[in-house]
Nanobody, 114 residues
Framework: VQLQASGGGLVQAGGSLRLSCAASGSFFSSYTMDWYRQAPGKQRELVATITSGGNTQYADSVKGRFTISRDNAKNTVYLQMNRLKPEDTAVYHC?????????WGQGTQVTVSS
């Protein structure tokens, strides 16, 4: 599978953005999908995960503000980000994985101004 992320931008604190990650190739529905982020000078952080069965997990830093979802008919995973904070500023990457397969999308920049 190949992944293409989009939807980043500049937003004021308290605002919202929705990131999308479109997958090409076969068997998207069988992949566990993740959103990661990396801020300058910081380690990459796992933000959210959704399994092929729809189970979700979130980093403590985004719980209650971010929602990950997937539309298997559109081969797309989303990250709805609400109540954004300046510390959410980072490059966000989508990642797909299953046994024997691993794929990364290019990053999309999210900048939250105070």
């Amino acid at each position: 599978v190949q992944l293409q992320a989009s939807g980043g931008g500049l937003v004021q604190a308290g605002g919202s953005l929705r990131l999308s990650c479109a997958a090409s190739g076969s068997f998207f529905s069988s992949y566990t999908m993740d959103w990661y982020r990396q801020a300058p000078g910081k380690q990459r952080e796992l933000v959210a995960t959704i399994t092929s069965g729809g189970n979700t997990q979130y980093a403590d830093s985004v719980k209650g503000r971010f929602t990950i979802s997937r539309d298997n008919a559109k081969n797309t995973v989303y990250l709805q980000m609400n109540r954004l904070k300046p510390e959410d500023t980072a490059v966000y990457h989508c990642h797909g994985r299953k046994i024997g397969r691993d794929a990364w999308g290019q990053g999309t920049q999210v900048t939250v101004s105070s």
